[in-house]
Structures are given as structure tokens and as C-alpha cells.
């Protein structure tokens, strides 16, 4: 399937049959071109601030969750897709921050799966469009950034339940944060760029266990190496 906007219609094509099919008017192109990702069975997309589904179908095409979201910052994950966003119901005092969220195309299966930042506080940042902060799927988890309030922007993971939605490590310790940034997945690992606020700006790497999240040292001492790009090789 494929998509189209021919004035706020969405469509999919059909390469089989060269046909067209109307899914559903009212789109915001700028919207969906911010959120449009796969899950099992059809696709997940932003129209109006709320989280649609579609199977490709006029029938199958519909919104999954009543409340507004503002879903953005998704990725593939289990079947399923990992979004940030910000619940926004009637009462405004029920509202929680930008957190961490997972739907698999169902109403019952979207729910928000930890609220990382306690009460109106977001948990997650990252503008629609910074790719430097969106989430990645490696090896059975996905990796995204998150403040809980106490340790500053640091490196969380989830497997898709709540409680597996945990901090991987503190990096740079304390409620300073350890600027990530440059996600990277190699060999089922993820390769990230930070500072522990002592050995400088390094190549880190994680198997998602905090353990398992060590640095390579290229530059011994404070002004670090300072790597700008990652990409694999062998």
C-alpha cells in the first residue's frame, strides 16, 4: 500500500488492481507526514491530533483512541508501534505530560505505558521532525529518552509493558543529563553518542542491561573524542 493526499482525502493504491481507494477525508498532510507508521495489519497515523488505524480499507480505516494525543516520534516495535505523546482530555487536571506510549492498532491495545515524569511533567521531549531524538528498535527493546525529574535526559528502554519500561543506566549521575544523541543499531546493540560529565562526549554502547552500557574511551580525560557520526562497518 501506498499513500496519497489529494486535498485532505487519504488514499491507498492498490498495485494489484491500479486502483484507488478513498480511506478517509480531512487530513492534515503535515500531521500525518510526522506520524505514519507500520503495525501488524495496517498502519497507524496522526489525523487531527488523534491516533488513527488503517488496514488499507474504507471500512478498516478508523480512530482507535477518543482522546487527543498529538501522537509523534513513532517507531516499529513488536507488531506494534512506540510513540510519544500527550493525552489531553476534558479535565484538564487529568492530563498528563509527553510520556511513552504503545499502541498495536486496537483501542484496547494503546495505553500509555509509564508515566516517567509523576503528574503534568513530561517524561519525553523531541519535536515532530528532531530525528535526533526518536525512539529506535534494537535487539527485543526499544530505546528512547526520557527525564523521571531526579536524573536528567538519560537513556530508557522498553519491551512493551509498563514494567519493562525501565531506566537503563544514569550516565552522566546526578539531575544533569548525559546529551545522547546519534542512535545507531549494530549487531543487535544500540550505539549512541554521551558524556558520564567526566571522560568528555564518547561512543557508548548497550545491550539494554546497565551492565551491559560501557564507553569507548578513544580520548582519555575530559575533553573526550567528541564523535559526530556512527555508521557500521563489518
Not at 24 to 53: A, C, H, M, P, Y
Not at 79 to 102: D, M, Q, R, Y
Not at 104 to 121: A, E, H, N, Y
Request: net charge negative.
Amino acid at each position: 500500500t501506498t499513500w496519497s493526499n489529494p486535498p485532505g482525502t487519504l488514499r491507498a493504491y492498490d498495485p494489484a488492481s491500479s486502483a484507488w481507494t478513498d480511506l478517509v477525508s480531512d487530513v492534515d498532510i503535515g500531521l500525518l507526514r510526522q506520524f505514519v507508521v507500520e503495525v501488524s495489519g495496517g498502519t497507524v497515523f496522526n489525523k487531527s491530533e488523534k491516533l488513527w488505524f488503517t488496514d488499507g480499507t474504507a471500512a478498516g480505516t478508523k480512530e482507535i483512541y477518543t482522546a487527543t494525543l498529538e501522537p509523534r516520534l513513532g517507531v516499529a516495535f513488536n507488531g506494534g508501534c512506540l510513540f510519544f505523546a500527550e493525552e489531553k482530555n476534558k479535565f484538564s487536571s487529568l492530563n498528563k505530560g509527553t510520556e511513552p506510549w504503545f499502541t498495536d492498532g486496537t483501542t484496547g491495545g494503546t495505553f500509555m505505558l509509564k508515566d516517567i515524569r509523576v503528574g503534568r511533567g513530561s517524561g519525553c521531549r523531541g519535536e515532530p521532525n528532531d530525528i535526533t531524538t526518536k525512539p529506535i528498535a534494537v535487539g527485543g527493546y526499544a530505546y528512547f529518552l526520557a527525564d523521571d525529574g531526579t536524573t536528567g535526559m538519560e537513556l530508557w528502554r522498553t519491551d512493551g509493558t509498563a514494567a519493562g519500561t525501565v531506566l537503563v543506566r544514569d550516565i552522566n549521575p546526578g539531575i544533569e543529563s548525559s546529551w545522547i544523541s546519534g542512535f545507531h543499531a549494530h549487531k543487535g546493540e544500540l550505539y549512541f553518542i554521551a558524556t558520564n560529565g567526566v571522560s568528555g562526549v564518547e561512543i557508548w554502547k548497550t545491550d539494554g542491561t546497565e551492565q551491559g552500557t560501557v564507553f569507548l574511551d578513544v580520548v582519555p580525560g575530559p575533553a573526550g573524542s567528541i564523535p559526530r557520526d556512527i555508521v557500521s562497518f563489518g
